[in-house]
Nanobody, 124 residues
C-alpha cells in the first residue's frame, strides 16, 4: 500500500507562487501516474493536473493551464506542482494521488491511493 504525503501549502496573496510536493512515505509511486486534485469548501474534489509514469504527457485542468506545472523526479520519488499567479479561486485543499496505471487520467477513479492534503489559501 502506498502512503502519500503532501507539503508546501500555505497562505499567500493573489499573484504569488507556491510549489507543492508529494512524496511516498511508504511504498512508491514511481511505476505509476500521479495526479493532483483539489477540493474547496462545499465543493466536489476536482482535477488539477496529472503526469504519466515517465514524466511525459502532463494534463491540466483548464483553470490550471498556463499557470501550473506538474513534474516528477522518479529518482527521488517526488512529484511537484508549481503554481504561479495564484488566484483566490485556487483556495482549496490540494491532494496528490497515485494512479492505477502508467498513463495519467483526469478522473478520481483513475487513482487508488491519496494523501491527506495540504491547504492553499490565496487572499485577494
Amino acid at each position: 500500500q502506498v502512503q502519500l504525503v503532501e507539503s508546501g501549502g500555505g497562505s499567500v496573496q493573489a499573484g504569488a507562487s507556491l510549489t507543492l510536493s508529494c512524496v511516498a512515505s511508504r511504498g512508491t509511486f514511481s511505476p505509476v501516474a500521479v495526479g493532483w486534485f483539489r477540493q474547496a469548501p462545499g465543493m466536489e474534489r476536482e482535477f488539477v493536473a496529472s503526469i504519466s509514469k515517465s514524466g511525459g504527457i502532463p494534463k491540466y485542468a483548464d483553470s490550471a493551464q498556463g499557470r501550473f506545472s506538474i513534474s516528477r523526479d522518479n529518482a527521488k520519488a517526488i512529484v511537484y506542482l508549481q503554481m504561479t499567479n495564484l488566484k483566490s479561486e485556487d483556495t482549496a485543499v490540494y491532494f496528490c494521488a497515485s494512479g492505477r496505471g502508467i498513463i495519467s487520467g483526469r478522473d478520481s477513479f483513475d487513482y487508488d491511493y491519496w494523501g491527506q492534503g495540504t491547504q492553499v489559501t490565496v487572499s485577494s
